[in-house]
């Protein structure tokens, strides 16, 4: 895409099904984006050191799914957890629509799957109309020429991965300097309290 030019950032939409399988379908489904993607088959963990958004469906027994996770670098940057068969019982991300414990699996639907990743380095990731990463900061971001892959798997157990109306759309990189756009909230604690603060970046990342 893009001539091979770098590209700055991208929006990914796509519409995916993932279903049947059992009580504990696997393995799950990957998007990635870099410069060094395999030619050959990529698993539901993604691949390479760029961009890998991961929805991994089977719990190999560490507790880790099912989960819809973030890999930049080669390493897991965030993680968030959905309801299904599990060792840990971390609670999972809720859905705002029902205040119930959202599932990675749509049974026979499709549903949307957004992935905005901007120049400046943020990344907002919405999966069945539930905002599960927004202005999550990816550090050490650099805009890069590259391929985009999607991946999936089955194993011992299995479940169906559909997907349709795929659109990507790239942007390119910003030469503006980095920037605050949206400055951290102002808070009361009381003394001796930790408290966390947050900008939200804009402009080439430093």
Do not use: C, M
Not at 10 to 17: D, G, P, Q, S, Y
Not at 66 to 93: E, M, S
Not at 106 to 126: A, E, M, Q, R
Not at 150 to 159: D, F, K, P, V
């Amino acid at each position: 895409l893009n001539g091979g030019q770098p590209i700055g950032g991208f929006t990914a939409r796509v519409k995916i099904l993932i279903g049947g399988g059992g009580s504990q379908p696997a393995d799950g489904f990957s998007f990635s984006f870099g410069d060094d993607l395999p030619d050959g088959a990529i698993s539901e963990e993604g691949s390479g050191n760029g961009l890998r958004v991961a929805l991994d469906t089977y719990d190999n027994g560490g507790g880790e799914a099912p989960a819809l996770d973030i890999y930049y670098g080669g390493n897991v940057i965030a993680h968030t957890k959905f309801d299904g068969v599990t060792a840990l019982t971390t609670p999972p991300i809720l859905d705002p629509a029902t205040g119930r414990p959202a599932s990675l699996q749509t049974d026979t639907n499709f549903v949307d799957l957004v992935i905005d990743l901007h120049p400046s380095g943020t990344l907002d990731v919405t999966y069945k109309g539930i905002v599960v990463y927004a202005n999550l900061v990816i550090s050490g971001y650099t805009p890069q020429a590259g391929r985009f892959g999607l991946g999936a798997r089955t194993g011992g157990a299995n479940e169906n991965h559909w997907i349709d109306d795929l659109t990507i759309t790239t942007v390119p990189p910003v030469t503006s300097a980095a920037s605050v756009k949206e400055q951290p909230k102002s808070q009361t604690i009381n003394e001796r309290q930790s408290v966390t603060f947050s900008v939200v970046p804009d402009g080439a990342p430093p």
